[in-house]
């Protein structure tokens, strides 16, 4: 039966930084979350009492005004999205800044060091990124009003190893990647509200950048993503009705749970103790929260009380971030400790 238990609690101050607000490894050993107008949180695994802190130039401060409600966001001044290194101590803030797309490298100890981007995307503006399981290379989401693509960067010189540009999905859309736990590889979900969630998958084969044909590629209903199996051979994503098991790398449907009228998933979930657990809630009492336990095969195994609040992803392996429901310009991020 699942339990959980709170291990901690921490103030974020996201202005309006689109979802996500949440940075991780992409062992996910560490994560990072802005708790200041230009600073960053690092916080490990296993080390959760030891806080770091990053701070970005006033280029990259999280944004103060809000993204376009109806064109691409991918203009909005400031900070669009954190990567952060496999080292657990290295942070990169990228976003938009007087025209044109920023990084900046910001090292625990050194001077933080701002990278004009525009030779490597163009008048493209980043949404969203991660790092290479090795370090050596970023992923990389981005879009103009023309068009979206995923680019590959060195980490070293932000150069650019390779770019897949596809059509623009329908604005404004928010951006996230997710590393395929295996293959040099990523999903890309763009999150489009009622017109459905368009994902791409991106992987290096022989050294170029292959975009692979989905079921995904035109429109999804509105889904996240609950992580891959062990093997990596399935991806499991998550709408308001259930789960549905999908085949990498061409996402076709394979197995698919419905929750019936009683229970609404949260559109996300995570991978923990080789169960995925899907984040639900009561369609009559929003906040009854429910953590479904469920098998490879999407067979419900527990139905359990679930922490509370919006789930942020895995940490480390058996811990869940998951950050508050409450409104302001303050919120709170929780740590929990997950028992499958």
């Known amino acids: 039966m699942l339990r959980c238990s709170k291990l901690l609690e ?21 994560f990072a979350v802005p708790v200041g107008p230009r600073t960053l949180a690092i916080r490990g695994a296993e080390s959760l009492g030891d ?20 064109g691409t966001i991918s203009r909005q001044p ?13 942070l990169v803030g990228f976003g938009w800044h007087r025209d044109i797309p920023v990084a900046c490298v910001e090292r625990v100890g050194g001077a933080p060091e701002l990278v004009d981007l525009g030779p490597a995307l163009g008048d493209m503006g980043p949404l969203a990124a991660t790092f290479t399981r090795d370090g050596e290379s970023l992923w990389l989401s981005a879009e ?27 604005p404004p859309a928010a951006h996230e990647v997710f590393v395929h736990p ?56 998550v709408t308001d009705e259930g789960a549905e098991l999908r085949r990498w790398p ?17 559109y996300n979930g995570v991978r923990i103790g080789g169960r995925f657990i899907v984040s639900a809630t009561d369609r009559e009492n929003e906040e ?40 302001g310009e303050e919120r709170r991020a929780f740590v929990y400790a997950i028992e499958v």
Not at 53 to 70: K, Y
Not at 78 to 90: C, E
Not at 228 to 235: E, K
């Open 78 to 90: 400031g900070l669009h999205a954190v990567a952060l290194h496999p080292d657990g101590r290295t």
């Open 288 to 327: 009854e929260e429910r953590a479904l336990v469920l098998t490879d095969a999407l067979r419900l195994e527990d139905d359990a009380a679930a922490p509370p609040g919006m789930w942020a992803g895995r940490l480390g392996r058996d811990r869940l971030v998951t950050i508050g429901r409450e409104k």
């Open 51 to 70: 806080e770091r802190h990053g701070e970005l130039p006033e280029a990259l401060a999280v944004p103060t005004v809000a993204p376009s409600a109806s």
């Open 144 to 170: 103009s009003a023309g068009g979206a693509a995923i680019a590959r960067l060195r980490f070293r010189d932000f150069g650019l190893e390779a770019k897949a540009a596809f059509p623009l999905a329908p």
């Open 182 to 237: 295996i293959e040099d590889a990523v999903l890309l979900t763009m999150a489009c509200g009622q017109d459905g969630t368009f994902v791409r998958v991106a992987r290096m084969v022989g050294g170029k950048l292959e975009l692979v044909a989905t079921e995904g590629d035109g429109g999804l209903e509105p889904c996240g993503v609950a992580g891959a199996t062990d093997d990596g051979q399935r991806v499991c994503l």
């Open 10 to 30: 921490l103030t974020l101050v996201p202005g309006k930084l689109v979802w996500p607000w949440v940075a991780f490894t992409p062992d996910r050993s560490a």
């Open 250 to 266: 061409d996402l076709a449907r394979e197995a698919h749970l419905d929750l019936g009228e009683e229970l609404a998933a949260n």
